[in-house]
């Protein structure tokens, strides 16, 4: 069945350090969602992505979809103590969920 | 905006207990997902509803069963309860489902604890 994987799995950033995290998946996705959780909260949806190769930008937040739509990362520039948090990405279907990302930011 | 609705935020039961767990989706939301999510692990899908009938299916037990009633909320039932069942259950709705789900609006979450 779809698996999807990220890397890594927690990642310490001092303020102002870039991020990144990476999702594969073992088939290829119609799409792929982004999502937060803060901890103690509940997953916030950050972005979708359909289209091979397509690149979308928030603010300091950059999401890439793979030619072959089986990645996607995610980047964050000059992280901030409010990007603390697991970032998810998740194959839709039936929104299978990767293992996430923990980002902790030392201010 | 009204948002996904869970009941209870907390609930504390004994093994071998059952459970039922209560989500009402955003209105005129049509697809009804539900996730457990383990201390530290990622949400876990379980089952969907699309237009109040099962859509997909995940790594639900079969001590669990869901439904979606005609006003659209959704029930998420527990039997048998284990130790291991203790996480957050998470639902959320969407305006689409199928291959091509929109975004997913998520409930707080139902904590359950299993003595």
């Known amino acids: 069945g779809q698996q999807v994987m990220q890397i890594p799995q927690y990642q310490h950033v001092q303020e102002g350090e870039d991020f990144t995290t990476y999702c594969n998946s073992s088939?290829?996705?119609?799409?792929i969602q982004w999502y937060k959780q803060r901890p103690g909260g509940h997953p916030v949806f950050l972005i979708q992505?359909?289209?091979?190769?397509e690149v979308k930008k928030q603010k300091r937040l950059t999401f890439q979809f793979g030619e072959a739509k089986k990645n996607s990362s995610l980047h964050i520039t000059a992280t901030q103590t409010t990007d603390v948090g697991t970032y998810f990405c998740?194959?839709?279907?039936?929104?299978?969920f990767g293992q996430g990302t923990t980002l902790q930011v030392k201010p | 905006a009204a948002g996904v609705i869970q009941s209870p935020r907390h609930l504390i039961k004994e093994k071998r207990e059952t459970a039922t767990l209560k989500c009402y989706p955003i209105?005129?939301?049509?697809?009804v997902y539900w996730y457990q999510q383990g201390p530290g692990q990622d949400p876990q899908f379980l089952i969907s509803?699309?237009?109040?009938?099962?859509?997909d299916k995940g790594s639900i037990p079969d001590r669990f069963s869901a439904q979606q009633f005609s006003d659209y909320h959704s029930e998420l039932n527990m039997s048998s309860l284990e130790l291991g069942d203790s996480a957050l259950y998470f639902c959320a709705s969407s305006t689409q489902g199928g291959t091509n789900t929109g975004e997913l609006f998520f409930g707080e979450g139902s904590r359950l604890t299993v003595l």
């Open positions: 998740a194959g839709t279907g039936k929104l299978i």
């Open positions: 509803f699309y237009e109040k009938m099962q859509s």
């Open positions: 992505l359909v289209k091979s190769g």
């Open positions: 209105p005129r939301h049509d697809t």
């Open positions: 088939t290829t996705l119609s799409n």
